[in-house]
């Protein structure tokens, strides 16, 4: 169920080594996968729309996997049975969640505010946004800041008057050290990138959205990228979640009182480290195991584990060698700069 970072991995190994006896069927609302890490590129129009995504009928042709556009609506465990908008309902013996998050709380779904997620909407937020004079972005995460950089750069490129506005309730790139803020904080300012820190959007309108410090802020089109939000097919399906509406999976990766439900990625919490970084990093990174978990408990196997890794240590491995000569180069770096 649904086409993320883990299952589009998982379908590739399946391809390689299909699990024997099983019969594989992908529902995804779309007929494309859109690689986030690329969105920034295209938005600033780098990249061009089939460079950031991947057809899912070629891929999951290729690998004997049944195909069905639809969008889950709920499940029931106790039935074995998946329903999807629409009315169809599809019986499984085992099923695996990788549905991502959503990014716009319910109470503003009314409103002028779009949402990249499901990633599939992203293209055509952007291509309406970028046009115009006054986008504004909520949300200072690296999500945030890279839009709005990379909208202020395609309206630089294609001279279009007008700034970015970002509006975020914390300082931007709160959670990382201050060091990288500020000089985030400047970058912006350099672009021209209009910012309001510490401010939470309370009211969204038309053409301006309220701040909690009272502020109106014309806009011409509002993108929300305030985080991470759970996915409330579990909810509603009657599956036990945390506070903050995520169903725990084991270290397994199964769902806590179904062992023939796996999850992976944004939609899911890991018992074991509830607080991790919801990020595509990890979903990636869950993908073998999961193909290996699935495999096993077709055939009545002991299951394997997935131990998270810090993404510092997920970067570290990945770019061992940017980072040697980064710590190599580090006190010319601060001489250079004078700090
Ligand atoms: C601008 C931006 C840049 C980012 N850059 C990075 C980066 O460089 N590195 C990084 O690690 N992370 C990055 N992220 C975060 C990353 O996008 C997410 O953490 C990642 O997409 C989560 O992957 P996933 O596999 O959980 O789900 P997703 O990749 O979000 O995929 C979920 C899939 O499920 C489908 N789906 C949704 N609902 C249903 C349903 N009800 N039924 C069926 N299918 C459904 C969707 O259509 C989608 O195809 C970025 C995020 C943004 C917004």
């Known amino acids: 169920m649904g086409a993320g970072h883990a299952h589009i991995d998982v ?23 859109y690689y986030s890490g690329m969105f920034s590129g295209y938005t600033e129009g780098v990249y061009s729309l089939e460079e950031i995504r991947l057809d899912l009928k070629k891929l999951t ?10 969008r889950a609506s709920r499940v029931y465990p106790n039935f074995k049975k998946l329903f999807c908008r629409g009315g169809a309902v599809y019986p499984f013996d085992m099923i695996s969640f990788d549905i991502g998050s959503k990014h716009l709380p319910d109470h503003f779904g009314h409103t002028v505010a779009r949402s990249i997620k499901p990633h599939e909407q992203f293209v055509e937020q952007v291509n309406e946004l970028r046009k115009t004079s006054h986008p ?28 970015v506005r970002l509006v975020s309730s914390s300082n931007i790139l709160g959670s990382q050290p201050k060091r990288m803020s500020k000089k985030l904080k400047s970058i912006m300012q350099e672009k021209r990138v209009q910012l309001w820190e510490r401010e939470r959007v309370e009211e969204v309108y038309e ?10 802020i014309r806009h011409t089109g509002v993108l929300w990228l305030g985080g991470p939000l759970a996915d409330p097919l579990f909810e509603t399906s009657g599956i036990k979640v945390d506070e903050k509406g995520f169903p725990l999976v084991k270290a397994t990766l199964q769902f806590d009182n179904y062992e023939f439900m796996f999850g992976v990625g ?9 607080y991790l970084d919801k990020s595509g990093v990890h979903a990636v990174k869950q993908a073998p195991i999961l193909y290996e978990n699935l495999r096993r408990f077709a055939a009545a196997e002991e299951l394997i584990t997935y131990q998270p890794r810090s993404l510092f240590f997920i970067y570290y491995q990945q770019g061992w060698r940017r980072l040697y000569y980064y710590m190599a180069l580090w006190p010319f770096i601060v001489r250079a700069h004078g700090s």
Request: charged residues 25%; proline residues 4%; hydrophobic residues 35%.
């Open 11 to 33: 379908i590739r190994s399946m391809k390689e080594q299909p699990i024997d006896d099983v019969e594989v069927c992908l529902i995804s609302p779309s007929e494309y996968f």
């Open 61 to 70: 042709q290729d690998a004997g996997i049944h195909f069905i556009r639809k």
């Open 266 to 274: 944004d939609c899911v919490s890991l018992k074991t480290n509830p």
């Open 207 to 216: 053409d301006y959205i309220v701040t909690s410090a009272n502020n109106k």
């Open 136 to 163: 504004l972005i909520v949300g200072g995460g690296a999500g945030g800041c890279e839009l709005a950089l990379s909208l202020q750069a395609y309206k630089a490129r294609e001279q279009i008057d007008g700034q």
